[in-house]
């Protein structure tokens, strides 16, 4: 079965650095996200992306965050200047319609900023 | 008020237990409904999909009442790998172009079966 594969699996980095969050989608998919979950709390939405542009952010997404098609097969999260709120298991999913019942989730990176 | 609203649980049951849970959402224009499981520290999988007719996926039963904003998972038989957190999704996006659904989930469930 297709997976989303996502690198690193645990990345630990000091506060105020930058990050990049890697993720390759399924191959024939066209419809990116990223979610994110705090420990202990709810999977929230962060940002769709289709056609090399932004669908939706969520109020979470500030200009701390992009995304970024590089190569036609990667899907990175960027977050600039880390803080300590932003640790937290990082989901990318992809689609092969904008609907939700074919969304496919990858295992994830777990952000750790200390 | 949540978006969606789950009782977050633990539901401790024996092996062989019938289960419920219920979810409520407060957006109307939510399009479509979903209950997801998630293992401890893992990703979501979606486990199915939910529709006002009420589907049935083997010892899983999910309903929608879209009147009073309610769906409701049955498992029947509950066996140890049951146990997860399973959460209720709702889907909201546009209708046009490229617009794409985002899922909006609730904070989940947490069911341990017992042996």
């Known amino acids: 079965e297709p997976e989303v594969t996502q690198t690193p699996s645990h990345q630990v980095t000091q506060m105020g650095q930058e990050v990049i969050l890697r993720c390759v989608p399924i191959?024939?998919?066209?419809?990116f996200y990223w979610y994110r979950q705090i420990l202990g709390q709810k999977v929230e939405f962060l940002v769709s992306f289709y056609n090399n542009e932004i669908s939706e952010k969520s109020e979470i997404f500030d200009d701390q965050f992009s995304v970024e098609r590089p190569d036609g097969s990667n899907f990175t999260l960027k977050i600039r200047s880390t803080k300590l709120e932003d640790s937290a298991m990082y989901f990318c999913a992809s689609s092969e319609t904008p609907r939700g019942q074919r969304y496919t989730f990858g295992s994830g990176t777990r952000l750790t900023v200390v | 008020r949540k978006e969606v609203e789950q009782d977050p649980g633990p539901f401790n049951v024996p092996e062989g237990a019938t289960v419920a849970f219920n979810c409520t959402y407060s957006?109307?224009?939510?399009?479509?409904f979903f209950w997801y499981r998630q293992d401890c520290r893992k990703e979501p999988k979606l486990l199915m999909s939910?529709?006002?007719s009420g589907n049935e996926d083997g010892r899983f039963t999910a309903q929608l009442n879209r009147a009073s904003q309610y769906i409701s998972l049955l498992i029947r038989d509950s066996k140890l790998s049951d146990s997860a957190t399973y959460l209720c999704v709702a889907a909201q996006g546009q209708n046009y172009g490229g617009a794409t659904n985002k899922l909006i989930f609730g904070t989940g469930t947490l069911l341990a079966v017992q042996p």
């Open positions: 191959s024939n998919h066209l419809y």
């Open positions: 939910v529709y006002s």
């Open positions: 957006n109307s224009a939510s399009q479509s």
